[in-house]
Structure formats: structure tokens, C-alpha cells
């Protein structure tokens, strides 16, 4: 099981710490990706790190100011995010596998999301 949090209410410009943390398996196993959907909008991959040598891929539109991390003794991945934007208001979420092919993302089995609201 994954499950999401760290989400909340915050000023444009301002940063958010996000967490992931596992139950049941363990990250080194699979890529980590994280995703969001806002209200209205299509799902939005945000991040994709593989288990084979822990690089990550970014989303255009958080490249630069998102930073995904890992704390292997805790089982727990973390989206640090800084310099929001209004547009990053969504609910987030981080899934167990994920993959990106020809500009799609795909992603496996995920949790309950933690919504983020960013205020102009």
C-alpha cells in the first residue's frame, strides 16, 4: 500500500514537502512515479524514477522546481516542491511503478492522494 501526505494549503511561490510512504513491499522493487489531477483536468504525470538506477524524469511543467527523493531506512519517497505555481493545485498521488513511452505516462497500483491548493 502507498499512501500520500504532507499536502495543504500554501502561498504561490511558496514550498511544499510531500511523502510517500510504503507498506508491504519495499521502493528499491519498483519506479516510484508520482502523478496529480486537478478538479476538471486530466490525470498529469509529474515524475518518474526507475529502480534500475534511481534517475528520474520531470514533467515539463515542474522540471526545475520539483526534486523527488528517497529515505530507503524509512521505506518513503519524497516530491519536494518549491517556487508553486496556482496551477500545481491537485491532488497528488505516488504509484508503484510507472513508466513514460512516447510522451505517455503510465503507472501501477497507488494510494490515497494528498491535495495541494495554491494560492495567487
Known amino acids: 500500500q502507498l499512501q500520500a501526505s504532507g499536502g495543504g494549503l500554501v502561498q504561490a511561490g511558496g514550498s511544499l514537502r510531500l511523502s510517500c510512504a510504503a507498506s508491504g513491499f519495499t521502493f528499491d522493487d519498483y519506479a516510484i512515479g508520482w502523478f496529480r489531477q486537478a478538479p476538471g483536468l486530466e490525470r498529469e504525470g509529474v515524475s518518474c524514477t526507475t529502480n534500475s538506477d534511481g534517475s528520474t524524469r520531470y514533467a515539463d511543467s515542474v522540471k526545475g522546481r520539483f526534486t523527488v527523493s528517497s529515505d530507503n531506512a524509512k521505506n518513503t519517497v519524497y516530491l519536494t516542491m518549491n517556487s508553486l505555481k496556482p496551477e500545481d493545485t491537485a491532488v497528488y498521488y505516488c504509484?508503484?511503478?510507472?513508466?513514460?513511452?512516447?510522451?505517455?505516462?503510465?503507472?501501477?497500483?497507488w494510494g490515497q492522494g494528498t491535495e495541494v491548493t495554491v494560492s495567487s
Open positions: 504509484a508503484a511503478d510507472c513508466a513514460i513511452h512516447k510522451g505517455d505516462w503510465f503507472f501501477g497500483s
